[in-house]
């Protein structure tokens, strides 16, 4: 028996032996941007100018080119390579790279195309090709009026950079936020909306009365913001589609950050009575109001997680404001954030893994993540004054706000959005045309 | 009975001028805005429910028409034709063809590999079939599994770690590894919950060129939710390409022609 015991044994390691292959680990690679060529698009002869409005837009190829290529450096994943170093010209590029020459500069993908404009239609081609392989990614082709180049070339980005990185893009989408103007012991503050990229710039309200808080709808085109009407807070929604605001309830007492829940149907906010600020939500269909927290402490800022089933919101009933997750219907409520300062404006991601924050320590400002059980807290930026964070649609970046210190008579004063991703190293400045403050980020519009 | 029709008749008409007073203040006047969302790509109007439509229903519509009026229809799709058109445009088949002659050649060149390769598999074979090396066998394969299981938990029965005791040593294994090191290009952006190691297969030519790569966890690729994973073993595939000829060493072609490369994000990304 011993024998056979053995012999099986030895069998065993002979067959393992006879088949071992080698395996070497790869542990460490580099960590640099991604580098991308992107090839002017190919504007085909007989294709018209673009106009938009007093402008002509000559080469509509190349300018979508450009967009591409600011979005892709702007998201901080990818390092768009100089068009001056392009040995290969638009013209034959678009039809068979000559991959050889763009390997020469580095590139590892290259993005071709080709564009034809009539009177009443623009069709673009765009082809995405791995450089080393040789092989074509993705190559899709869209049409549309002419006028909408701009959001052609954002499609065309978040494409790319859906098939480079397996996540959705975020460049497809616009931004509401509260245009301010004027000194700050008087600010006149508008609602206005941009894409990502800071163009576009609309006003939506005239600047009579106050806007706060514009929050973008997850599932569609609507916001919901709060105004003031003859000194009473109004809870608003508005389409952006077709213009249309209505009136969601006037409140007695103040009313603080409405809030969509994740599939737009309710709106969940806080409401101050006496001195004392609880949870509510209204069903957008029925306007039934229902209280969610009962408390004699401030409860404020609630957020949906992605799938509905819990809400975020901050909370001083510990004695100091904190952080606090609890079931929808308001019940199992636990405290998730125990450092040191004080924890506010917590809002949960659209992937669901993390919560983002405004954290006040020793008088200075941080917005940071941390996971929804409070684990793993990490600090992306810090400043004088910053808050408000807003999630992009693939809960990669967050935009926020942030004051600079002005002296007594407000010199010196601005308010800008400013982007971060979750890496905390790509913190940059959203281009407004005024100073701006409570931005919130759309859902994709080519969903 | 007229003094209650008379008052009857005062209260309904005070309500009725104090609601043609008062409403039209509840009620704001539409934003007139520029049409800010004219490309027709998406599908917005499925997603859109709007939950005081009752209003909004007749301005929706007449949007949406007036929309439809000015939308080309637009399309999104892969030009697939002309790939049929023109197939010589794509370059991956003029590559593949070269692989192909390449490996003819290969077949029908040179007895010099066959002898070689024979010669190292009868070499290996008596290696294998002596008993005075059994002891030692037992003792590898015994150090191996302990390093498996340290290193990596998820390595499959066949492939044993042991690049030092079968082909490539320590600076042999080094000097490839540095190589790999400066052509892998990470995907920024990877989720670092979830397990980030690809596991590519290779067979090599006796330059260290690849004759056939192949990602062992195929299937992980198009597994929903894991898009990244596509992602992470394009980079690795697109980071063997920039490497060939791989640093591999002058002799011993016959242990190492079969190579397996574990690219492990996981490890870096943590820290």
């Not at chain 1, 052609?152 to 936020?177: C, M, N, P, W």
């Not at chain 1, 009407?229 to 007695?252: A, K, W």
């Not at chain 2, 060149?109 to 024979?118: L, W």
């Amino acid at each position: 028996m011993k024998k056979l015991i053995l012999a099986i044994f030895y069998v065993f390691i002979f067959c393992n032996s006879a088949r071992a292959l080698i395996e070497v680990d790869i542990t460490r690679g580099n960590l640099d941007p991604l580098p991308v060529a992107v090839s002017p698009l190919y504007v085909e002869p007989g294709s018209k100018d673009v106009k938009q409005g007093e402008k002509i837009i000559k080469n509509v190829g190349e300018e979508i080119s450009k967009i591409v290529e600011i979005n892709f450096r702007r998201s901080g994943l990818f390092n768009p390579l100089k068009k001056d170093s392009f040995v290969q010209n638009p013209d034959i590029a678009h039809l068979k790279p000559r991959f050889e020459d763009w390997r020469l500069i580095k590139a590892q993908a290259l993005v071709t195309g080709k564009v034809v404009v009539s009177d009443d239609k623009l069709r673009v081609e765009f082809r995405l090709w791995d450089v080393v392989a040789g092989k074509e990614m993705i190559a899709l082709a869209f049409s549309t009026a002419p006028a909408n180049w701009r959001r052609v070339a954002h499609i065309i980005s978040d494409k790319i950079y859906q098939r480079l990185t397996g996540e959705e893009g975020y460049f497809d989408t616009r931004i509401i936020y509260v245009s301010e103007t004027g000194p700050k012991t008087q600010r006149y503050k508008k609602l206005a909306i941009m894409d990502q990229d800071g163009a576009n710039v609309k006003y939506l309200t005239l600047g009579n009365e106050l806007v706060l808080t514009p929050r973008f709808s997850p599932k569609n085109q609507l916001v919901t913001y709060l105004s003031y009407f003859r000194n009473m807070p109004r809870v608003y929604l508005l389409d952006i589609e077709t213009g249309v605001q209505e009136v969601v309830g006037d409140f007695s007492g103040m009313t603080f950050a409405p809030r969509f829940s994740p599939d737009g149907k309710k709106i969940i906010m806080s409401f101050a009575e006496d001195g004392n600020s609880d949870i509510y939500t209204m069903n957008l269909e029925t306007r039934v109001v229902e209280k969610i927290t009962d408390h004699t402490s401030i409860d404020t800022s609630p957020s949906y997680s992605p799938d509905g089933k819990y809400i975020c919101f901050n909370s001083d009933r510990s004695g100091l404001q904190q952080i606090y997750v609890m079931r929808s219907d308001g019940s199992n409520i636990k405290r998730i954030t125990f450092g040191k300062g004080l924890y506010g404006t917590p809002v949960w991601s659209p992937r669901g893994d993390l919560i983002a924050f405004t954290k006040v320590h020793k008088g200075r400002f941080y917005i940071g993540v941390m996971r929804p059980d409070g684990s793993g807290e990490r600090l992306l930026t810090e400043n004088f004054y910053q808050e408000a964070p807003s999630w992009s649609p693939n809960g990669r970046v967050l935009i926020f706000y942030r004051e600079t210190k002005s002296d007594s008579e407000g010199k010196g004063f601005s308010a800008k959005l400013w982007s971060i991703d979750l890496t905390g190293y790509n913190e940059r400045l959203v281009d407004t045309e005024t100073d701006g403050s409570d931005p919130s980020w759309s859902s994709l519009l080519s969903n | 009975m007229t003094r209650s029709v008379f008052l009857s008749l005062v209260f309904h008409s005070a309500m009725l001028i104090i609601t043609a007073i008062t409403l039209p203040f509840m009620v704001k006047p539409p934003i007139d805005l520029p049409p800010i969302l004219s490309v027709d790509l998406i599908q917005i109007t499925d997603v859109t429910s709007i939950p005081f439509a009752a209003k909004a229903a007749k301005t929706l519509e007449e949007v949406k028409k007036k929309k439809e009026e000015k939308r080309v229809v637009s399309e999104q799709a892969p030009p697939s034709e002309k790939k049929k058109e023109k197939p010589d445009r794509i370059p991956l088949p003029d590559d593949t063809n070269k692989e192909k002659k390449q490996i003819v050649k290969k077949k029908q060149n040179p007895e010099e590999i066959k002898e070689q390769v024979r010669q190292a598999s009868e070499f290996e074979k008596k290696e294998l079939f002596d008993p005075n090396q059994i002891a030692a066998l037992i003792d590898k394969s015994k150090e191996d599994i302990a390093e498996t299981i340290k290193k990596n938990k998820k390595l499959t029965q066949s492939s044993v770690k042991n690049a030092f005791a079968n082909g490539l040593t320590l600076s042999q294994e080094d000097a490839l590894k540095a190589q790999i090191f400066g052509c892998w290009s990470l995907p920024l952006g990877l989720p670092y919950q979830e397990n980030l190691l690809v596991r590519i297969k290779l067979k090599l030519k006796p330059d260290g060129t690849v004759l056939r790569s192949e990602v062992l966890d195929h299937a992980r690729m198009n597994t929903p939710g894991q898009g990244f994973y596509k992602v992470l073993a394009e980079s690795a595939l697109r980071a063997i390409r920039i490497c060939q000829p791989l640093r591999v060493p002058p002799t011993g072609y016959e242990k190492w022609k079969d190579l397996q490369l574990n690219f492990d994000a996981n490890e870096m990304l943590k820290g």
